[in-house]
C-alpha cells in the first residue's frame, strides 16, 4: 500500500519540515545542531515509511506495527501539515488585506490538535466499536408470507485486521450477528485482506454464523487475491481457496447464481454477483447469470459488494427490489456529515431508493486500515414489510 504511492508519502513528510524550519526554526539564534534536531523526527519517519514500503504485499503482515506507524504518521506529519496549509492560507489573507498578521498560524496549531485527537480517537476508541443498527423496509411486491421477514446484512469483515486485542471484538460481532435470530444472514463481500489464511484464527467463528434460511454471501475485491504480489495463478489459486472457505463454512457464496426460499406457498429470491467494480477494481459480474430461471417480477435480493454497480448494472439489467452492498466502508472518516467515501461514491451509506427500488449499503464492520473517526462500523438488521 505504501510503496505504491511511496513518493507522496516522501513529500508529506518532507514539505512541512523544510517549510516550518525556513519559518520558524532557522531565524532563531541557537547552535547549529539543535536547529538540526528539528530534522530527526521526520528522518524517522523517513526511514519507517522506507521499511513499511518494502513489504511484499499491499497489505501489511503486522498490523501492530502498522498501527504505530499510523499513529506516528497522524501525530508527526499531518499535524504538521495542518499547520502548513493555514499558515500559508492566512499568509496569503494577510497580505491580502495588507495584514502583518497572520491569524492562519492560531488556526494551523487549532487543527494540528484536534488533528492530534483525531489520531489518537480513530485507532483506539474509534475503530475499537460496532453498531447494530435496525432499519424497516417498505418494499414492493413482497409476499404475503415474508411480511417482517428479517435480514442482518454486514460486510467488509477485513478479518486479517483484527490482531491481538481487537480479536475480542470480532467475536463480540459475530455474537451480536447470532442473537439477531435472523431469518437471513447476508455478507456482501471482502472477508479477507489477501489471503485465505487469514481466516484460521476465526475458522470455528466463521463457522458458528447461524440463521433460519442460511448465511448468504458474495465476493469483494480482497476476495480475488487482486492485492496479493504475486502471478495471476498464484492469484487464481487463493481465490480459489477463498470460494472453498466459504463454502466449507457452511455459506452459500453466490457466484453469479441464485437461490430461492420458500415460506409455504410463497417464495423469494436472494441472487448475488461477484465484484462488479470499476477501475483498479474486479469486474466478474454477470447480472444476466445471476439472475437467470427466476420468474418474472418475483420479489428478488440482489446481493453485489460495489454499490456503484447499482446504477451500471443492477437497474438496468434486473428487476431486483433491493439491493444490498457493502464496499465503501462508509469512508471510516467523516466530520459535520461528511465523510472520505461521498466525495467519491454517489451511494456510499445508508438507503437509496430509485422508482421504488431500494440499495441499502453498510458501512462494514472492519477495514484494511485499522482506523476510524466519525463513522461507525456496523452491523444492519433489516425487516422486510410489504408495502401499503
Known sequence: MIARNLLLYLVLIIIPDLYLFKRYIRPKRIAAWKKLMWFVPGLVMIIFTLIMACSKHFAPSDYTVFSIYLALFGLLVCTKLAFLVCSVVGRGVARLFHSRKNWGNLAGVCLAIFVAYATIYGLTAGVNRFDVNRVTLQVKGLPPAFNGYRIV???????????????????????????????????????????????????????????????????????????????????????????????????????????MIRRGADS??????????????????????????????????????????????????????????????????????????????????????????????????????PFRFGVTAEIVVITLNAEL
Not at 454499490?307 to 452492498?325: F, Y
Open 268 to 369: 423469494i429470491f436472494v441472487a448475488g454477483m461477484e465484484n462488479d467494480g470499476e477501475p483498479p477494481f474486479p469486474n466478474k459480474a454477470d447480472v444476466k447469470k445471476a439472475i437467470d430461471g427466476i420468474p418474472q417480477g418475483a420479489f428478488t435480493i440482489m446481493l453485489q459488494h460495489d454499490p456503484t454497480s447499482w446504477h451500471r448494472t443492477i437497474l438496468p439489467g434486473c428487476d431486483a427490489q433491493l439491493t444490498l452492498s457493502g464496499h465503501t466502508h462508509g469512508g471510516q472518516i467523516g466530520l459535520f456529515g461528511v465523510t472520505a467515501s461521498s466525495m467519491r461514491y454517489a451511494e456510499d451509506d445508508g438507503l437509496y431508493e430509485e422508482d421504488g427500488r431500494l440499495l441499502y449499503v453498510s458501512r462494514g464492520l472492519g477495514g484494511l486500515l
Open 153 to 259: 446484512l454486514f460486510s467488509d469483515a477485513h478479518v486479517g485486521s483484527f490482531t491481538g486485542r481487537r480479536q475480542a471484538l470480532l467475536h463480540e460481532a459475530y455474537d451480536s450477528i447470532n442473537a439477531q435470530q435472523a431469518d437471513a444472514i447476508c455478507f456482501v463481500g471482502d472477508l479477507q485482506n489477501v489471503k485465505s489464511d487469514e481466516l484460521e484464527p476465526f475458522r470455528h467463528l466463521l463457522n458458528s454464523l447461524q440463521s433460519r434460511d442460511g448465511v448468504f454471501s458474495v465476493l469483494g475485491n480482497h476476495d480475488y487475491a487482486e492485492y496479493f504480489n504475486g502471478t495471476k495463478e498464484e492469484k487464481d489459486s487463493i481465490a480459489n481457496e477463498m470460494i472453498e472457505q466459504q463454502r466449507l463454512m457452511g455459506w452459500r457464496l453466490l457466484n453469479n447464481e441464485h437461490v
